[in-house]
């Protein structure tokens, strides 16, 4: 990553300590007070926080009061559909990001079961100094909270049937209407977007979003890389299921290569695009959750993102990975976090195909060798030229080599892979000399590296399948060449009708 990365992550960072230290001597309150307040809150006559409902896609929102049903039914509520409320985050210009319309109009359009789609717009209170704005997630979380009591009491609209989708501070203000609301029943589910890190991580469930907040909790988690002890998105799981696409520090596409032109072209607010590039993310995959029906992305339960790119964590058994985005499935065992990770194109739709590659050499020469390898698979859709691979460590006999391969196309079915040793100069020439001290005539027939089958698990399948070497006969791999495997089954099959 670039240094202009830093120096931008540095910039807004420093207007989160700074502004945090000015909400000290403003006298952040400490944060710990609950059911005393939801008592008084319940008479609340009138909400600073603004709430629209969405009438029909490409609609700029029309507003519902507190205490005035009129404003249900001229906004066209409809209390036997369930209702999206969406909360944004921290705002430094007092507008509405383009995020809320997009999503707002997926949401309208793409679902077979239609809902009703609010916001709730506290910009007056979001446009401040950072602290002060995530001292007023209390208070919008508290409003939203007498709003959804209101519904429930005057038109009989179930909380369970409530889904808050939170961006930023967004999402921690949706964890405080879960806490704040009053009764024994939960809010259906809570979606945070990049919840919020500074003021937040560390903290204990109650002054966050956590799992208790609602009856079904998930997160993703989009730019968490971590600068003088802050990240912007929380790092810590927060959720039932938290998803980490691409291991969450970070996110591919959000080269910041280009910043200083950018601000040369756009000025400092360049700066704030570029941050929001990877913590707006998660807005995005989201979205793209509900428009791009066929191209769901899953992620795999992981302890961290070095293990998941070794390819270890593509089970699906017990529950251990689930949906990202708004078809996630609803369940959940344990109080305990999920983390789930996965990897995602740089763009919509954001869907790559994982896949665990085992390989298992035969090293017949002394030292162990550092070769680098291509890879080509071909499926029954589609296929994809030399993937290159780069095992790290050199090559010892008899270790298996285990790799996560992502590929951006479905090739369908697995059927053929091209394993090629990449011509490299210098291996050409060690291996001529290699050749040349192994005396004729003696002892075992090979003297180099010998793969004899490529063990492969596509994730989106859960499929498992062996490859064999096509021919058995020349089992050794040299330098430049190129060994075809095929599906083991077909390959005995095939040799059986040639030994009839
Ligand atoms: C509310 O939604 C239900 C279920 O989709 C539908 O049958 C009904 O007509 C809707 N009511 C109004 C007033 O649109
Ligand atoms: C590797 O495995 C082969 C056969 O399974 C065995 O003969 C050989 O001794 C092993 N080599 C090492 C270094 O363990």
């Known amino acids: 990553m670039g240094s202009s990365l830093c120096v931008s992550i540095f910039l807004v960072l420093s207007i989160f300590i700074q502004s945090s230290a000015h909400g000290q001597s403003l006298g952040l309150e400490p944060f710990r007070r609950r059911s005393r307040d939801v008592e008084t809150k319940k008479t609340l006559q009138k909400t600073e926080t603004k709430f629209l409902l969405f009438e029909r ?34 705002s430094m210009d007092g507008l509405l990001e383009d995020w809320i319309w997009t999503m707002a109009d997926a949401l309208k359009s793409q679902l077979a079961q239609p809902v009703n789609v609010g916001l709730a717009d506290w910009l007056t209170l979001a446009q401040n100094h950072y602290a002060i704005a995530v001292r007023n997630t209390r208070l919008v979380g508290q409003e939203v909270a007498a ?41 259906g589910r809570i979606t945070g977007l990049d919840a919020a890190g500074p003021l937040f991580e560390g903290t204990s469930p109650s002054d966050r979003l956590s799992p208790d907040d609602a009856n079904f909790v998930d997160s993703i988690h989009t730019f968490t890389r971590e600068h003088m002890g802050l990240s912007v ?18 996110q591919p596409g959000c080269h910041l290569l280009e910043l200083y032109k950018y601000i040369a072209k756009h000025g400092l607010n360049a700066i704030t695009q570029t941050i929001k590039c990877a913590h707006e993310r998660s807005v995005h995959l989201f979205i793209d959750s509900l428009q791009q029906a066929d191209l769901q992305n ?42 789930l990770f996965l990897v995602t194109r740089a763009q919509s739709p954001f869907k790559v195909y994982h896949y665990q590659f085992k390989i298992q050499f035969l090293n017949q020469m002394e030292k162990p060798v550092e070769p680098t390898f291509s890879m080509s698979l071909l499926g029954t859709k589609d296929e994809v030229q030399k993937i290159p691979i780069t095992l790290g460590e050199g090559i010892t006999s008899n270790k298996t080599y285990s790799l996560l391969i992502t590929l951006d196309i479905d090739i369908g079915e697995l059927v ?69 495997f095929v599906r083991c089954g077909i390959n005995s099959k095939k040799l059986k009708q040639k030994v009839r």
């Open 57 to 90: 896609e490409s609609d700029k929102g029309c507003q519902i009061q507190l205490h005035q049903p009129d404003t249900l039914q001229e906004c066209g509520f409809n209390s036997s559909l369930p209702l999206v409320m969406l909360i944004h985050g921290w």
């Open 233 to 250: 998105g929380i790092k810590q799981p927060i959720a039932h299921y938290d998803f980490y696409p691409n291991g969450g520090a970070y």
């Open 298 to 339: 899953t992620g795999y339960m992981c302890s961290d993102m070095d293990t998941f790119s070794q390819g270890l964590c593509l089970s699906c058994k017990k529950g251990r990975c689930n949906t990202l985005g708004y078809h996630i499935r609803q369940e959940w065992h344990s109080k305990k976090s999920k983390k």
């Open 147 to 187: 709003l959804l009591q209101w519904l429930e009491e005057s038109a009989q609209f179930s909380r369970s049937n409530v889904h808050l989708i939170g961006y930023s501070l967004g999402a921690h203000v949706s964890g405080f209407a879960g806490s704040f609301i009053g009764g024994k029943q939960k809010i």
């Open 416 to 484: 053929m892979i091209k394993f090629k040793w990449e011509n490299s100069a210098v291996w050409a020439n060690v291996w001529n000399t290699v050749q040349t001290i192994i005396p004729w005539g003696r002892g075992p027939l090979y003297s180099g590296l010998i793969l004899k089958s490529i063990r492969v698990k596509a994730a989106e399948t859960q499929q498992r399948i062996t490859f064999c070497l096509e021919n058995m006969d020349d089992l050794q791999l040299h330098p430049t060449q190129e060994k075809t």
